[in-house]
């Protein structure tokens, strides 16, 4: 597994991290996360992202983690707990940091994200734009001053107000997910470049789109689904006819896409089993795609350069699509989360 920077944090990561939603009882629980995880190591791979939001990770992975025995680096976040949380209340993220720390059975965090920045009907995290404040932004520079904390950055899913965010200056690292992958591309634009004139390490989310580029449904956009849009099903059926005419694995092209860009640090997979994991890092280890791969895997991106307003924030193929109600977009969203 090769490493990489993760800006200028100093710390090198696996070029594949492990994401936190399956490294709980979502998935197969402390007992399955703990084979993942010493699978993951004895792979190469040394990093695992992980949040309070994301149902029990925390206390799944901490003593996966502690059973284990070996170095991993470790990220989590700011958000979502105490209930009801107050992103303007210092001491509801004095709270969140002390239960990170029990759960992971670490004193030293290696990473902490504020969560959400960039959707303030979810945590309004700011009480002002210019210039950027809010408690957890003295809170965050005390941590990381006095070690406790070594590196802090973003966790977000937008593109425009993240930049903006980024732009400030005041982050080590970006996670960005459902805007860059085979198929969508909106943090090429002005993200992924804002985020490397500020040396920030870059982790990506949603490689595989939250599962409907883990595989075909040719059945499925052939029908072309109430919520697809003619472009959108022009534009995987090209995609099927790549694939067919090139020979590539689906899984193993988006990863390869992500870290053929050099500025990328890490990608976040969200394996549940070892067959998986390990499919991943065979993929990875065949390095990047070839130029004229990349061309023409741009070309089909473009056939579609910016989502259709009404689809869905994850496309839902394989899955029941209840509509674009606020209820079931939160459901997405936590499903979807790495």
Partial sequence: MQMRPLGRTGL??????????????????????????AAASDLGINYCDTAPAYADSE??????????????????????RPHPFDPQNIDHMKQSLAESRRLLGREQIDILLVHEPDRPQQYPWWSGYQPLAGPVLDYLQELKDSGQVKAIG????????MTSLVRTGLFDVLLTAFNYNLLFREAEEELLPAAKEQGMGVIIGS?????????????????????????????????????????????????????????ISTALIGAKTREQLET???????????PETLEQLHEIASMLPHRPYEEPMILPLGKTYHGPGLANMGAAVQVGKK
């Fill in 12 to 37: 090198e990561v696996s070029e594949l991290s492990l994401g936190g939603l399956f490294t709980s009882s979502l998935a197969g629980g402390e007992a399955e996360t703990a084979q993942l995880l």
């Fill in 59 to 80: 206390r799944v992975l901490g003593a996966a983690l502690q059973a284990a025995g070996k170095p991993f680096i470790v990220s989590t976040k700011f958000g979502g």
């Fill in 154 to 161: 973003l966790a977000g899913t937008t593109v425009t107000e």
């Fill in 207 to 263: 490689a595989l789109g939250q599962g409907f580029l883990g595989r075909r449904f040719d059945k499925e956009v052939l029908e072309r689904p109430r919520w697809m849009s003619r472009r959108r099903r022009e534009q995987l059926l090209r995609l099927y006819t790549f694939l067919e005419e090139t020979g590539f694995d689906l899984p193993e092209l988006c990863l390869r896409f992500v870290l053929s860009n050099p500025n």
């Fill in 280 to 290: 991943s890092v065979t993929g990875a280890k065949l390095g990047p795609l070839p």
